[in-house]
C-alpha cells in the first residue's frame, strides 16, 4: 500500500478543520501549521471540497469548514476523495486480477490486504483521531448546513 502525499495532507487538513469546527480556516493557516507547501495544499483543498468533505466561504470572514461532522468522515473517505482505491497494483485497481500457473493464489492476497486496510481506515473518523480536549469541541461543533 503507498500512502500518497495528498492524502497525507487532505487527513492532516481536515484533523485542523476539526479542531475547531466552529470557526473557518485559510488554506495559508493550515498550511502554517501542519508545514504543509501552499500551493500543494490549495490543490488538495479543492479535491476535498469536490467531495463534499469540507465547505469554503469567500471574503474576509471565510475560509473552510469540514463538510459533514468530524465523526462522520473516515480516513477511508479521504482515500478515497484523493487517491480513488486504497490499493492499486501499478496504477490498475485489483478488480479482475487474474494470475496464472503458480502465481494464481496471489492476487487474492493482495485483494486480502485491501480489505485489510479498508476495514482499517473506514473504522477511524477524524474525531477518533483527534487530541481528547479536541474531540469535545468536534462533538459538539457547529452543525453543518
Known sequence: ?????????????LLELAREPDRPLTCEAIAS??????RF???VVGELRRAGLVRSQRGCEGGY????PAGEIALLDVVRAIDGDVITLRGESLDG?????PAAALPEVWRRIEAEATAVLGGLTL???LPEAARA???SGAEVS
Open 41 to 43: 495544499l490549495k490543490s
Open 127 to 129: 474525531t477518533a483521531l
Open 137 to 139: 469541541r468536534a462533538s
Open 1 to 13: 500500500m503507498h500512502i500518497s502525499a495528498k492524502a497525507d495532507y487532505a487527513t492532516r487538513a
Open 33 to 38: 501549521s501542519q508545514e504543509i507547501p501552499f
Open 65 to 68: 469548514w469540514l463538510g459533514r
Open 97 to 101: 486480477l487474474d494470475y496464472p500457473g
